[in-house]
């Protein structure tokens, strides 16, 4: 079954004319060994530019539940979807499952949509007769915030 989202998951539409540059630093990091990173800012990135394409059909939802956690996909992310991408084989996909929105693998197997969970503990994504599908967006970024 699928994950049922509160109210307050619902989609955020990304802002557009908004501007948010961060610095990206031209050296790699190495865990564990510290290094001054001001003397090494290479450029600014707009994390807008880096994260949506389409601004208009862009919306952020709230993860909730487990059914994605093999593709690092974990309850608290935020994933960025876009409704202007058309899905192909291995997109990850926000479909809606009879009024209920949830993250799936979508799969083409002989001009056939196959949707899937990407938890090895979980038991197969099935479609049963007469569930109403459609696609409603393409995942493009997850946004996790790991001071939680």
């Given at each position: 079954m699928p994950d049922r989202l509160p109210v307050y998951s619902m989609p955020i539409a990304a802002l557009s004319?908004?501007?948010?540059?961060i610095p990206l630093i031209g050296q790699p990091v190495h865990?564990?060994?510290?290094?001054?990173?001001?003397?090494?800012?290479?450029?600014?990135?707009?994390?807008?530019?880096?994260l949506i394409q389409n601004p208009t059909a862009t919306f952020l939802w709230r993860v909730v539940g487990d059914c994605m956690i093999d593709v690092k996909i974990f309850p608290g992310d935020v994933v960025v979807v876009d409704r202007s991408?058309?899905?192909?084989?291995?997109?990850?996909?926000?479909?809606?499952i009879d009024g209920d929105p949830t993250l799936k693998r979508l799969n083409r197997r002989g001009g056939v949509m196959v949707l899937h969970n990407e938890n090895a503990k979980l038991p197969a994504f099935t479609i049963?007769?007469?569930m109403e599908i459609?696609?409603?967006?393409v995942v493009t970024a997850t946004i996790r915030d790991l001071k939680k």
């Open positions: 004319g908004s501007r948010l540059k865990a564990g060994f510290p290094s001054p990173a001001d003397d090494f800012i290479e450029e600014m990135i707009d994390l807008n530019e880096v991408l058309s899905p192909k084989h291995r997109s990850i996909v926000l479909a809606i049963a007769d007469g459609s696609i409603w967006g």
